[in-house]
């Protein structure tokens, strides 16, 4: 499920018999109701999804063409009862699409697909000015020394400058930064450790992670440019998915003993 940016509505996907042929739903939180945004269409839509920051967009995935790939869709709310246009194909690139991030300026949208092996390649997609049919669009692999990065966590920097990715490119998960503007990175994190999941702080000045040594798991939480992250551990387990609060005070996470 995925919230929209006014906080108003719940977008998800949902497979009403079991056959894995996902339609778009959205539940308007105000009323409680329920609308299939995608009635009867033939092919599955991906349950990774991402609401365009304006709220009048959401990227979505699915297998019309035989293979999963990016789309955008229109939503029309002018009626009182919200309305959803075509699906407009925007990547079609590397291997088949499995997630995607829009960036906070709502111009671009960093893509994850399966590549070689068990590997995932991401890609950042333009997705302004509006989409036309004979339009380019500018392309930028995530890249490390020249070559495609194996990574699958990402999330973008407040500003939407700086995408932080987790890759094995050293042999061990590292977390690093890549700049849009001149397509370098810089690392967050070294070591003997694996580090993974990275989260931005709603101010941009910290990073937060999942550091690992073992079966043993770590809340990271760490400056960019410094050498050193503070740990905090409930106890001994596994913990996931660390997510800043809006005020950037408290980290909610998933902890698994």
Same mark, same amino acid.
């Given at each position: 499920? #995925?919230? @929209?940016?006014?906080?108003? #509505?719940?977008?998800?996907? !949902? ?11 959205? #539940? ?9 945004? /995608? ?12 609401? @365009? ?7 979505? =995935? ?11 869709? %229109? ?15 925007? &990547? ?16 671009? !949208? ?25 339009? @380019? ?17 990402? #999330? ?11 890759? %094995?490119? /050293?042999?061990?998960?590292? =977390?690093?930064? &890549? ?65 800043? /609060?809006?005020?950037?005070?408290? =980290?909610?996470?998933? &902890?698994? @003993?």
């Amino acid at each position: 499920p #995925c919230y @929209s940016p006014d906080g108003r #509505c719940l977008l998800y996907a !949902l497979d009403l018999d079991g056959g894995e042929v996902f339609d778009l739903w959205l #539940c308007d939180l105000h009323s409680g109701r329920h609308t299939n945004l /995608t009635p009867g269409t033939p092919f599955s839509f991906y349950f990774n999804l991402d609401w @365009s920051p304006d709220g009048r967009q959401i990227a979505v =995935i699915h297998d019309e063409k035989g293979r999963y790939n990016t789309y955008l869709v %229109d939503l029309d709310f002018t009626e009182g009862v919200v309305k959803a246009g075509q699906p407009r194909l925007v &990547f079609n690139g590397s291997g088949p699409h499995i997630d995607l991030r829009w960036s906070p300026a709502g111009d671009r !949208l960093a893509v994850i697909s399966e590549a070689g092996g068990q590997d995932h390649a991401v890609h950042i997609i333009s997705v302004r000015p509006a989409f036309q049919p004979d339009q @380019s669009r500018s392309v930028i692999p995530l890249s490390v020394d020249g070559r495609l990065a194996n990574c699958m966590s990402i #999330c973008w920097s407040p500003e939407g400058d700086r995408l932080a990715f987790s890759t %094995d490119r /050293t042999g061990r998960y590292r =977390i690093g930064l &890549f700049d849009l503007q001149d397509q370098g990175t810089t690392w967050l994190t070294s070591g003997e450790a694996d580090c993974d999941q990275p989260e931005w702080s709603p101010d941009g000045n910290r990073l937060a992670y999942v550091l690992s040594r073992g079966p043993e798991t770590w809340l990271a939480v760490q400056q960019p440019g410094s050498q050193d992250p503070e740990l905090f551990q409930v106890e001994p387990g596994v913990h996931f998915f660390p997510r800043f /609060t809006p005020d950037g005070e408290q =980290i909610l996470f998933i &902890f698994d @003993s």
